[in-house]
C-alpha cells in the first residue's frame, strides 16, 4: 500500500512539477485493481489542495485506440474544478508538461446513478448533451505508457472546455470539425466513440460499478474523443458538432 502512495506522489508530482516520469511498470508489476487505487490515491493529494471532482472521463473508446494499447474496455479517469476552461477562455500551456486536445461529446448527470442497482438505466440520469474538448496531458515522458499506467495517471486527464448545454438527444452520427490551433481542420463523426456516444454511458457504468467509482448529481461526462488528439499550441482551438454547435479555448504560453 505503501508502494502505491508512493507511486501516486511521483505522478502528482510529475504534473505540479511539469517533470515526465517513466512507465511504473518500468519498476512495478501493477494490475487493474493497483492502477485504480493509485488513481484514486491521487485525486485524494489533488482533493488535499482543495480540487474537487466535477466528473469523470473515458478513455480507449475508439477502435483503433483498444487495438494500439492491446485492450477490450475502456478506461476511466475523474475531472476536476481546477481542469476546467470556460468556453473561450484562455489556457495557460505552461500549467502542462505536453498538452493534447481532442473534440468530445460531454453528458450532464442531472441526478445520481446507483450503479450498485443492476437495473440503474444511466441515460435517464442525463439531462443534457454538449460539444466538448478535452485537454489530456500524459505525466509519462513522450506519452509512452502501458494499460495500467494510464489509469494510475488518472486516464491523462487535465482540462476540459464544455460549450452549450442542449436537451439530451441522440447524438450518433453527428459530423465533427474540429480546428487545432495553427494546424489544419480534422474532419471527424461522433460514431468513433464506440459506434456512438451513448454506450460510452454504459459503458462508464460498467467501469464504475466494477471499481467503485461514484457518478453524482452535476458530474460531467467526457465520452471519448472523436478524432485523435492533436498538440494543443498557442491560438484557438474548436470543435464544432453537427447540430449542438461549437467550443473553443485559446492556448496562451
Ligand atoms: O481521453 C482519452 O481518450 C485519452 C486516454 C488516455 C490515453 C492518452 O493519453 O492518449
Ligand atoms: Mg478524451
Not at 17 to 24: D, F, G, I, K, V
Not at 68 to 93: C, N, P, S, W, Y
Not at 126 to 137: G, L, S
Not at 140 to 156: G, I, K, L, P
Request: one cysteine or more; hydrophobic letters at 45%.
Amino acid at each position: 500500500m505503501t508502494d502505491l502512495l508512493e507511486l501516486a506522489r511521483r505522478l502528482d508530482t510529475a504534473q505540479t512539477s511539469r517533470q515526465a516520469t517513466p512507465s511504473l511498470a518500468d519498476t512495478h508489476e501493477l494490475t487493474i485493481e493497483d492502477a485504480y487505487r493509485i488513481q484514486e490515491t491521487l485525486l485524494a493529494e489533488r482533493q488535499s489542495r482543495g480540487e474537487h471532482v466535477v466528473g469523470v472521463k473515458l478513455g480507449f473508446t475508439s477502435k483503433a485506440k483498444m487495438v494500439q494499447m492491446g485492450v477490450t474496455e475502456v478506461i476511466v479517469g475523474r475531472v476536476t474544478d481546477a481542469m476546467r476552461v470556460h468556453d473561450g477562455d484562455f489556457v495557460r500551456l505552461d500549467g502542462f508538461l505536453h498538452p493534447r486536445a481532442e473534440p468530445e461529446i460531454a453528458y450532464r448527470i442531472s441526478r445520481a446513478v446507483d450503479a450498485d442497482d443492476p437495473t440503474v438505466d444511466i441515460e435517464s440520469c442525463v439531462d443534457a448533451v454538449a460539444p466538448a474538448i478535452e485537454i489530456i496531458d500524459s505525466r509519462y515522458a513522450d506519452f509512452r505508457f502501458t494499460h495500467t499506467d494510464v489509469v494510475a495517471d488518472n486516464a491523462s486527464a487535465a482540462g476540459f472546455v464544455i460549450g452549450q448545454w442542449r436537451r439530451m438527444q441522440d447524438v450518433a452520427n453527428r459530423a465533427v470539425r474540429f480546428q487545432p490551433a495553427g494546424a489544419a481542420e480534422v474532419v471527424g463523426s461522433t460514431s468513433a466513440i464506440l459506434g456512438n456516444p451513448v454506450r460510452a454511458l454504459h459503458a462508464l457504468l460498467a467501469v464504475c460499478r466494477t471499481r467503485g467509482i461514484p457518478i453524482s448529481a452535476g458530474h460531467v461526462v467526457l465520452a471519448g474523443a472523436a478524432t485523435a488528439a492533436v498538440p494543443l499550441t498557442a491560438g484557438t482551438t474548436r470543435c464544432d458538432i453537427a447540430g449542438l454547435g461549437s467550443v473553443s479555448l485559446t492556448g496562451r504560453v
